[in-house]
């Protein structure tokens, strides 16, 4: 009853060493893979039975924090080992999860801990690196358990309620829960290669080639789940705005002990939150596989499969907003005189809003104090273009002047300017040589106007980290100027230029404002945006700085090299 997809006829590639030769398939060593399965599944089974996703998440990347911040852990017990002066690592240092358990008191399920490997002759040969190598694979294995578990009560206990089903329409059930079921099956599939993988090497493992092998399963119903994200979101706002009876029957569904007080808006959230997490995972893979092996191109391969699908998932989303903004905004701006059309497969809104023009030609003077009066005026910035507008009604903008991104200038008034207070910038729209218009912007605070340049006059987002890959010596130099911050609470991003934050993620901190926020570029895909100081901490070691650029610069080049290759 085992899905396709588990190699059966020979033993899995490890990067750690050698792998001894499978025993003749005699009646002892039946028994014995036998209770090594029955091992695996007790492991698995107990990843099912625990906890829901949802908190293994929370406890997974809590640690992943704290590693993120501070020395690895077992890195000075590896160090005294190897230099004869101390014992083997503790066990409890090996595992991205172990030094966690759940808010309930139930443990994560360890490699360790599996009879088999606790037992083997082996096991004294694995270094601590090894060691934490075969962890990370498990832990994906163990986590896909539990996200299975989460999964089955979205579909079993909330999509196929006969309550729930009586009271929503086709199309809205659709909406709702999209594909859920065939992520289930999916996802079930996946499960079952992984357990076919441990029972054939519990002690040599690999993951990375079956992740690769599922990753045209995975996209075929992650795809169409995820882009059919604002469309889900909608029809649960409005189902509990609009259906009598659906606030009430979710309640009493939502109440039920198997979901551990957990709301169904998080259950049908699950599958973005897991797609970006395996990827994190087979990420936590590569960092310890020994470099120029083939298991570090196997999960070269994965992770970039990942990293694709995650792209195509997030460019499918944002597609389909950017038309309906676009299509939106076209109906409330209107040009002076001018044929300008503004619906473009091509473009979408970057950055829109209100800052004051101050007014030099009508200047006055109030006792030894300039008065320059100011007026509201609209910016609406595209990725091509920005428009000028004064507003006609609430809902109706009037351009007045426009020009391409490439005919803008700016010039940051950093200090007050003739006494005049505020945060101000000057701002020359060209076209060709010619100067077409330019004006006096004053915003409310220092974050506004900061957020208006950079948005105009974006500057490469990797230049700082590429330039620190150069040589050794760039690393040092560089670690000190630049502050690391890592997210220790998820941020959903409010306007557009802002970014999107989840828990872990590392960001290099490009500005700080007086007013408390960011602007930061995310190591680990080079996105950029701003974001609030408070939900990010400051990464102060030097050491967890250095060993975070690095690996980021070594993924960055493993997965160049691979690209290369294919193209």
């Keep these: 009853h085992r899905g396709s997809g588990g190699s059966s006829h020979s033993a899995p590639h490890s990067p750690v060493g050698p792998v001894?030769?499978?025993?003749?398939?005699?009646?002892?060593?039946?028994?014995?893979?036998?209770?090594?399965?029955?091992?695996?599944?007790?492991?698995?089974?107990?990843?099912?039975?625990?906890?829901?996703?949802?908190?293994?998440?929370?406890?997974?990347?809590?640690?992943?924090?704290?590693?993120?911040?501070?020395?690895?852990?077992?890195?000075?017990?590896?160090?005294?080992?190897?230099?004869?002066?101390?014992?083997?690592?503790?066990?409890?240092?090996?595992?991205?999860?172990?030094?966690?358990?759940?808010?309930?008191?139930?443990?994560?399920?360890?490699?360790?801990?599996?009879?088999?490997?606790?037992?083997?002759?082996?096991?004294?040969?694995?270094?601590?690196?090894?060691?934490?190598?075969?962890?990370?694979?498990?832990?994906?294995?163990?986590?896909?358990?539990?996200?299975?578990?989460?999964?089955?009560?979205?579909?079993?206990?909330?999509?196929?309620?006969?309550?729930?089903?009586?009271?929503l329409g086709t199309q809205d059930r659709q909406w709702l829960f999209s594909k859920l079921p065939e992520v289930k099956d999916v996802s079930e599939r996946f499960l079952q290669d992984l357990e076919h993988r441990l029972e054939e090497d519990i002690l040599r493992f690999d993951v990375c080639d079956i992740v690769l092998t599922h990753c045209p399963a995975l996209r075929r119903v992650y795809l169409p789940y995820v882009t059919n994200q604002a469309y889900q979101e909608q029809t649960y706002q409005r189902l509990l705005q609009e259906n009598a009876r659906f606030p009430g029957i979710l309640a009493r569904l939502e109440e039920d002990p198997i979901c551990q007080r957990l709301p169904l808006a998080s259950f049908l959230i699950l599958p973005f939150q897991r797609i970006t997490r395996l990827k994190m995972l087979v990420e936590n893979i590569l960092k310890r596989t020994t470099p120029g092996s083939r298991g570090e191109d196997t999960a070269t391969k994965a992770f970039n499969e990942l990293k694709r699908l995650i792209k195509e998932c997030n460019s499918s989303v944002q597609s389909m907003k950017r038309m309906e903004e676009l299509i939106h905004l076209n109906k409330k701006i209107h040009f002076e005189g001018k044929i300008f059309p503004l619906i473009s497969q091509s473009r979408w809104l970057v950055k829109h809003g209100e800052l004051l023009e101050v007014d030099t030609q009508t200047m006055s003077i109030s006792g030894s104090k300039f008065k320059l009066p100011t007026r509201p005026v609209y910016l609406h910035l595209f990725n091509d273009c920005l428009l000028l507008s004064r507003r006609k009604d609430t809902w109706k903008f009037m351009v007045f002047v426009h020009a391409k991104i490439g005919q803008l200038k700016v010039k940051d008034f950093s200090q007050k300017l003739q006494g005049i207070s505020g945060f101000i910038f000057h701002l020359q729209l060209c076209e060709g040589q010619q100067l077409k218009h330019h004006i006096l912007l004053k915003a409310h605070t220092e974050s506004g106007k900061q957020r208006w340049i950079t948005a105009m006059f974006p500057s490469d987002p990797l230049e700082d980290i590429e330039q620190a890959s150069e040589n050794d010596g760039d690393f040092y130099c560089l670690i000190d100027y630049l502050s690391q911050v890592q997210c220790i609470k998820s941020y959903q991003a409010q306007e557009h230029d802002e970014l999107t934050l989840e828990k872990a993620d590392i960001l290099q901190a490009k500005t700080i404002t007086s007013d408390g926020w960011v602007e930061g570029i995310r190591l680990s895909d080079g996105e950029r945006g701003w974001f609030p100081k408070t939900n990010v901490e400051e990464i102060t070691n030097r050491s967890a700085r250095l060993r975070n650029l690095r690996e980021n610069i070594r993924i960055k080049c493993v997965t160049q090299k691979l690209e290369e290759e294919l193209f």
């Design 20 to 167: 001894p030769p499978l025993p003749t398939a005699d009646n002892n060593t039946q028994q014995h893979r036998r209770s090594t399965g029955f091992a695996i599944k007790k492991c698995v089974l107990t990843a099912k039975m625990a906890i829901l996703y949802q908190e293994y998440s929370d406890v997974a990347i809590n640690r992943e924090i704290q590693r993120q911040q501070g020395e690895e852990p077992g890195a000075e017990e590896e160090r005294l080992r190897v230099e004869g002066a101390g014992e083997a690592p503790s066990p409890s240092n090996l595992s991205p999860s172990s030094s966690f358990c759940s808010s309930r008191g139930s443990a994560f399920s360890l490699w360790q801990d599996i009879p088999d490997v606790q037992t083997s002759d082996q096991l004294d040969n694995f270094s601590n690196e090894e060691r934490k190598l075969q962890e990370a694979k498990f832990e994906l294995v163990t986590s896909e358990a539990s996200y299975i578990r989460s999964l089955a009560i979205a579909v079993d206990h909330f999509m196929l309620s006969q309550e729930l089903g009586e009271c």
